[in-house]
């Protein structure tokens, strides 16, 4: 299920909740160490808003978010450099975006769940030309390859 996405306003940032940091630590089906979401760098331009799973966690490419609570009652993820957590429509694919792209979202039951329902997937048959990773992220209805999500907070 898809949810149409697009914001004409500008975001209130005063409105970050208590200006919180955290990363993202996924685990997925076959996964022995937890993964984190990342920046996908080093790859295709064409994919550099893409966002994939990353195997260090401090790394300069894993996102550290903070929630943000919009006049809506939705809340919206924005990370270090001032993007938002968001979705390529057509295949589901995670990007940062800005704001008027920003998908709202929720972290219920360790699911990281965007508004319409779906949630965090990897399929690791998805591939893209011209790409050196097959470690892109989705979302998708709850399945096989859903992703446990938890979050840890950075100080």
Same mark, same amino acid.
């Given at each position: 299920?898809?949810?149409t ?6 975001p209130?940032t ?5 200006a ?22 080093g ?20 996102r ?7 006049? +809506?009652?939705? #809340? &919206?993820?924005?990370? %270090?450099?001032?993007? !938002?957590l ?6 589901? @694919? ?19 769940v965007?508004?319409?329902? +779906?949630?965090? #997937? &990897?399929?690791?048959? %998805?591939?893209?030309? !011209?790409s ?5 992220l989705? @979302? ?12 840890e907070?950075?100080?």
């Open positions: 299920m898809s949810v996405i697009g914001h004409t306003d500008t209130d005063g409105r970050l909740q208590g919180e940091r955290f990363r993202l630590k996924l685990s997925g089906p076959a996964w022995k160490t937890p993964k984190w979401l990342s920046l996908n760098v790859d295709a331009l064409a994919y550099k808003w893409y966002i994939i799973f990353g195997e260090e966690r401090d790394s300069a490419a894993t550290v978010f903070t929630w943000y609570t919009h006049s +809506n009652k939705k #809340t &919206y993820l924005q990370d %270090q450099d001032g993007n !938002w968001s979705y390529e429509a057509l295949y589901g @694919v995670l990007k940062v975006t800005l704001w008027g792209s920003a998908a709202a979202w929720a972290l219920p039951s360790n699911r990281l965007v508004d319409g329902g +779906n949630v965090l #997937t &990897y399929d690791p048959n %998805q591939k893209w030309p !011209w050196t990773t097959t470690r892109y989705s @979302v998708a209805p709850e399945g096989s390859e859903t992703v446990t999500v938890e979050w907070y950075v100080t």
